[in-house]
C-alpha cells in the first residue's frame, strides 16, 4: 500500500485545524450576537404636537432598544420601558448615536445577557427642541408632550413592536428633566405606566430651584439670541417659560417670564406644574401605581432635599415607595443606577408574557 507522503499528512492537520478554529469562531461570533440586543431610530408622528408655536416639527427622533432575543423570539412579547432624558440631552446622546457621558445599550446587553434583569423593549422620544427641552408638559408653545408620551408614542409602540399592550407591563423612568417628566406623567396617567422609576428628577418643588431668583433676571433681554448665549440656568428658565406660561399673544417666543408686575402671578403657574405642588390632588392615581421609587446624588443638594420631601409626603399617605440618597452628582453615578437599580426594579414589578 502506497504511504500518504509527510507533507500531505501536515496539510490535512492544518487544515483540519482551520476549518476547527473556522467553526469554533462562527460559534462565538453568533454566542456574542445572541447576548446583543439591537438599536432602531426612528422618527414618530406626535399629534399631539401638531402646531406648536415654536415651529418644532411633530416627527420626532425615537430610539428603541430591542433585547436580545427579540429578533430570534418572533413570538415573545415584551415588557415596555419609556426612558426620558434630561435638559440639554437627546435620545442620540443616550444611544450610542453622538457621543455622551453614558451609552445606555452596552449596559442593556451587560444586565439583560447575564440574567439581572428580565429582557425588555426601552423607548426614548426625542424630547430636545428649540430651548433645549420640553419639560414634557403640555403647552400650545412647545406642543402637549404629556399627551405624545402618554399617548402618540405609547400608541405607536404598540402597533408596531411585540409589546404586552397594558399598563401592568409599562415602565417610566427619566433622568434630570426626564425625572420631573417621570414623576408628572406618572402621576396623571396610571392607566397608562405601573411603575416609576425617578433618577435625579428636577423641579419638583418651587423654592428648591433658582427659578424664582431674581438675580438670574438681572439686565437680561428676552429674545432667543440672548437664550442662545446664556448661561444654563437662563436657558432652563426659557425652557420652562415656553411650557409652563405659555402666552399665544407674545410672538416671537409665545411666552411670559416671571418679571415686573406679572412676576407672582407667573411664579405661581410655574409653582402648578410642579409635582411637591399638587401631590395631594393625585393621591388616588399614586395609589394604583404598582411601584415607586426615585434617587439622587448626595452632591445634587436641591434635588436631594425635594426628594426627601417627596418621600415625606408619600410616608403620610402611606404609599409604598423605594428612596435613596448615594454619593454622587447630578451626572455622576445615572449609569451605574440604571445599571443596577433601575434595569432590576422594572424587571421585578412589570408583568410579563404569560404572566
Known sequence: MKQVPKAVKVFFKLLTALLLLFSLSSVHAQTQAALKGSVERIRVHGKSLEGNLL????DRYVSIYLPPGYRSNTKKHY??????????????????????????PPIFDRVMSAGGSAEMIIVTPNAYNKFFGCMYSNSVTTGDWEDFVSKDLVSYIDTHYRTIPKAESRGLAGHSMGGYGTMRIG?????????????SPSSLLAGNTNLSDPKFLADTTFSYAAFLKAGFNIKYMYACAAAWSPNPNKPPLYFDMPVGDKQAM?????????PLTTIDQYVRNLRQLHAIAFDAGSKDENIAASLKVLDAELNKYNIAHSFEIYDGTHTSRIAERIETKMLKFFSDNLVGEGK
Open 79 to 104: 415588557p415596555v420601558v419609556y426612558f426620558l432624558h434630561g435638559f440639554t440631552d437627546d435620545d442620540a446622546k443616550f444611544y450610542g448615536f453622538a457621543k455622551h457621558w453614558t451609552n445606555l
Open 187 to 199: 402621576e396623571r396617567h396610571p392607566e397608562v405606566f405601573s411603575s416609576i422609576y425617578l433618577l
Open 55 to 58: 415651529g418644532d416639527s411633530a
Open 266 to 274: 407667573i411664579l405661581q403657574k410655574w409653582a402648578a406644574n410642579m
